[in-house]
């Protein structure tokens, strides 16, 4: 049974950081890519960022750029998004899964609320 739990969320003011964790469990990690998933109220979820099976490749959305940054501990299969510099905007539920979900996409877990207020 795949298992996806997020972790790291939390209130913070602009300007401040966030590590995110992701625990996988259920499935063979190092065979799939893993991306940072968000969803803010009332959007879409988007894809904000991803690292390949052996944290060669990375990408980010345009807006975290430089920001964000993703990696991947194989050993331990978990992926972590340090967030760094947070803006309002990045208020949303943050979720982990594969990049692309495909076979997964009915795995989400609950995720994790990171919001930035002042």
């Known amino acids: 049974q795949v298992q996806l739990v997020e972790s790291g969320g939390g209130v913070v003011h602009p300007g401040g950081s966030l590590r995110l964790s992701c625990a996988a469990s259920?499935?063979?990690?190092?065979?799939?890519?893993m991306g940072w998933f968000r969803q803010a109220p009332g959007k879409e979820r988007e894809l904000v960022a991803a690292i390949g099976t052996y944290t060669i490749s990375t990408k980010y959305l345009d807006s975290v750029k430089d920001r964000f940054t993703i990696s991947r501990d194989n050993a331990k299969n978990t992926v972590f998004l340090q967030m760094n510099s947070l803006k309002p905007e990045d208020t949303a539920v943050y979720y982990c899964n594969a990049n692309p979900p495909g076979r997964f996409s009915g795995s989400w877990g609950q995720g994790t609320q990171v919001t930035v207020s002042s």
């Open positions: 259920g499935f063979t990690f190092t065979n799939y890519a």
